[in-house]
């Protein structure tokens, strides 16, 4: 599994936990969990960069 750290141009940061994958598509930074679901969805014109933290899983 894996953190996100998704930083916007205006400053803002979104966090998501425990994301096993993403995808960028059409112009759309997408998180997907592990049943192949969207849990965040982001313009890509929008995000100046985005951080991926490697996290052990724990039961």
Same mark, same amino acid.
């Given at each position: 599994?894996?953190? $996100?750290?998704?930083? &916007?141009? /205006? =400053?803002?940061?979104?966090?998501?936990?425990?994301?096993? =994958? &993403?995808?960028?598509? /059409?112009?759309?930074?997408?998180?997907?969990?592990?049943?192949?679901?969207?849990? $965040?969805?982001?313009?890509?014109?929008?995000i100046r960069s985005v951080l991926i &933290?490697?996290?052990?899983?724990?039961?």
């Open positions: 599994m894996a953190r $996100y750290e998704i930083n &916007h141009l /205006d =400053g803002n940061t979104d966090t998501v936990t425990n994301a096993p =994958g &993403h995808e960028w598509s /059409d112009g759309i930074f997408v998180v997907l969990d592990a049943n192949k679901r969207t849990i $965040y969805l982001a313009p890509t014109a929008n &933290h490697d996290e052990a899983v724990s039961d």
